[in-house]
């Protein structure tokens, strides 16, 4: 039998410019060309505030995040600033819940408690506030609910000053940043306006403004309580199909006043980061979501991947694609690498 054996091409067939392999051949020379580079400064860590009366628990689907009382969400605030992070964005789990989300503009609620000492304690750290009404209400759902002709549906205009109150409890706790995640048409500027109107005009908006209605959310539900009690967010929350409807909803939010516009989930939606990243002006946030986390952690957990290379890969990516800001689980592991 005869093998054909392929004539190996000299290095004269190859011209001197096609070789971009000298660009990879150490890894100094890797660094010194490096195109995007993820920074602890550009991150967002996400906290889980509870009650005092309630213990520090580790979230089941979430390995290395945890519902933290006041006291411990200053001690993260503190850890997470040495390594290098500026910004947190808190969540609240309330005392009770009610139909309309009360619990949410107790000045001495969770969120409010934590912002305060967290503010007291690590004065130079960016504290952001989640706005929403899921996590306090006891349908699960992110505004209002009416009845209309026997079917329930959640109320996008009843829902607004509501939002706008608890926005403004959180901005006088201290916040720095209110960030409405509800997806509410016209929340942003009737924030603004409630913001203003209380002589917050120093507090601003990152507006959860692209925000799809995905599975990947199933692991927050968890940490944060805030599972729907009956049917699901696709009449509020967008359609994973539709780019063209994001850039809209973002334009709207600039329109309405927002400091920062967001684009979440960030790994299924790194099309969508770009689109923001080249239409518009203003910092672009995305939100590596829980679901993205998790699938790390449990794939590492099972040796089937390197989760600190894939978390490298995936935040090096939604940089790439274009996010100036990065909300994400892993800031505290990536901020420790090193
Ligand atoms: C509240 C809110 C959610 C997330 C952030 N704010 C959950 C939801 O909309 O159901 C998800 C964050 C994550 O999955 O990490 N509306």
């Not at 929340?187 to 209380?198: C, K, M, P, Q, T």
Request: net charge negative.
């Amino acid at each position: 039998m005869t093998t054909k054996v392929m004539s190996t091409p000299t290095n004269d067939a190859i011209a001197p410019e096609r070789r971009p392999r000298r660009l990879r051949r150490t890894e100094s020379i890797r660094t010194l060309v490096r195109e995007t580079v993820v920074r602890p400064e550009g991150l967002i860590y996400p906290l889980f505030v509870v009650p005092n009366t309630r213990p520090k628990v580790e979230i089941g689907s979430m390995p290395g995040v945890w519902q933290l009382r006041v006291r411990e969400a200053v001690d993260e605030a503190r850890r997470a600033y040495d390594l290098g992070i500026r910004a947190l964005l808190l969540f609240g789990l309330p005392e009770y819940k009610d139909g309309i989300g009360s619990a949410s503009w107790d000045p001495t609620g969770p969120v409010q408690s934590a912002i305060e000492a967290i503010k007291r304690a690590v004065p130079q750290m960016t504290v952001m506030a989640d706005v929403c009404l899921c996590e306090y209400t006891d349908h699960g759902h992110c505004g209002v609910i009416v009845d209309r002709n026997g079917t329930k549906d959640v109320d996008n205009d009843q829902t607004l000053p509501l939002l706008a109150k608890q926005a403004v409890s959180f901005a006088a706790a201290g916040a720095d940043f209110v960030a409405p995640s509800d997806m509410m048409d016209g929340r942003v500027a009737a924030i603004r306006e409630a913001l203003d109107g209380a002589s917050l005009t120093e507090v601003g908006i990152m507006a959860y403004s692209a925000k799809y209605a995905s599975g990947f959310y199933g692991p927050f539900r968890e940490a944060a309580e805030s599972a729907p009690q009956f049917g699901d967010r696709r009449s509020y929350q967008m359609d994973p199909a539709n780019v063209r409807e994001a850039l809209r909803e973002m334009e709207l939010d600039v329109e309405e006043g927002a400091d920062m516009i967001m684009v979440k989930p960030a790994l299924s939606y790194l099309d969508v980061i770009r689109a923001a990243r080249d239409n518009f002006e203003l910092p672009v946030a995305a939100y590596n979501v829980s679901g993205e986390y998790s699938m790390v952690k449990a794939a590492a957990e099972r040796g089937w991947i390197d989760g600190p290379r894939v978390m490298n890969e995936i935040l090096t990516s939604i940089k790439r694609a274009g996010a100036d800001l990065i909300i994400t689980y892993h800031a505290l592991e990536f901020a420790s690498k090193g």
